[in-house]
């Protein structure tokens, strides 16, 4: 009897499937690594400059970007646009509320700058932000700089209070404009708390220490506290038009009533002089200031990849929020804004 050969063992059949999510595993693994790799590539070739998030990055002086003309004197055309005072987004090109500042203090200082054009397309925001711009255009005039005011779609609430000091101020004749006044606004998430079965349990050292609470309904003694707050600052708000616009007192608060105006009726009520956009608004400026020709600028910086990056960086997470619980458990306090709410 012949002895016989053991069968061949056939290849394992998982062997191509092992071999597959190898592949797979080391492609995911790659483009986890790559992005890091890159990312400090990009760092590096930026520069040696690092920063830590929450900490604000050291900015150069602004460059300036010929619009027009040709000369030794400056026009500086500075833009405000959206929520005055809102957070802002590194890869937005609307001007945080410190750049603005920035901008308004450099055209300021600087020699060769004979006016300002201030392009204002805001419904306003934040009294506080409001009256920083507000201060530092009063600076600029004081410098013997001429400013004047380009009303876009929107100029109203904060959008008129920044306006406000300028020697001259132009609309399109459909401008939105007005909404002269304050507004501070309460939400209240009672009811919503009753039906998630939330509740809310409040220890303070005074009857007024929640006030504003989204968890209960105001007292008269919060609706009075808060009417006062925004009394005063109404009553701010009118003094700045009455000293930046020439009116008389009576006249401006029968008009600052919080509605809304068009170019052509704020034109007559004299809360502009002229109608017409940024071309007549710039030669209004060159007119005003003495200048025959002169150089009209916009103020920029160089924005690198890496500055992007790190910005973004530096820039706090909005945490996810996708049933909308954290909002309704950790509300906003009310904000104080002259701003047009419709």
């Not at 290849?11 to 597959?20: E, S």
């Not at 004197?73 to 500042?101: E, T, W, Y």
């Not at 170019?263 to 007559?268: I, W």
């Not at 990056?309 to 904000?335: H, Y």
Request: charged share 20%; proline share 6%; net charge negative.
């Amino acid at each position: 009897m012949s002895e016989q050969s053991p069968p061949s063992t056939p290849a394992p059949r998982n062997r191509g499937w092992l071999i597959a999510l190898s592949i797979i595993g080391g492609l995911v693994l790659a483009c986890a690594i790559l992005p890091i790799g890159l990312f400090a590539v990009l760092l590096g070739i930026g520069g040696r400059a690092t920063a830590t998030p929450g900490t604000a990055l050291p900015t150069s002086r602004w460059e300036e970007q010929a619009v027009e003309g040709a000369g030794r004197d400056r026009v500086v055309i500075i833009d405000i646009s959206g929520v005055i005072g809102a957070p802002s987004d590194a890869f937005s090109l609307q001007l945080s509320h410190g750049q603005l500042l920035s901008q308004i203090r450099q055209a300021t200082k600087d020699t060769l700058v004979k006016a300002v054009v201030l392009r204002v397309d805001s419904p306003g925001g934040g009294v506080v932000a409001s009256s920083e711009l507000h201060a530092e255009l009063l600076k600029l005039r004081e410098a013997g700089k001429t400013l004047v005011v380009s009303m876009g779609t929107t100029a109203a609430s904060g959008g008129y209070y920044v306006s406000a000091p300028a020697d001259r101020i132009y609309a399109n004749p459909d401008t939105l404009t007005g909404s002269l006044g304050v507004i501070l606004s309460l939400t209240n998430f009672e009811e919503t708390y009753e039906k998630l079965g939330l509740k809310s349990y409040v220890y303070k050292s005074g009857e007024l220490k929640d006030i504003g609470s989204p968890t209960r309904p105001p007292t008269d003694e919060d609706a009075q506290v808060l009417q006062s707050v925004v009394d005063e600052a109404y009553a701010g708000f009118v003094r700045v038009i009455v000293e930046g616009r020439g009116l008389p007192e009576a006249q401006v608060r029968q008009i600052a009533d919080g509605r809304i105006y068009t170019g052509n009726q704020a034109l007559e009520l004299g809360l502009v002089d002229e109608l017409g956009n940024l071309d007549a608004a710039i030669l209004g400026a060159k007119e005003l200031a003495g200048l025959e020709t002169a150089l009209v600028v916009r103020y920029t910086e160089s924005t690198s990849l890496r500055s992007l990056l790190l910005s973004r960086l530096a820039a706090p997470q909005a945490p996810t929020d996708p049933l909308g619980l954290r909002q309704l458990t950790e509300p906003q306090p009310p904000r104080l804004e002259y701003r047009w709410l419709p």
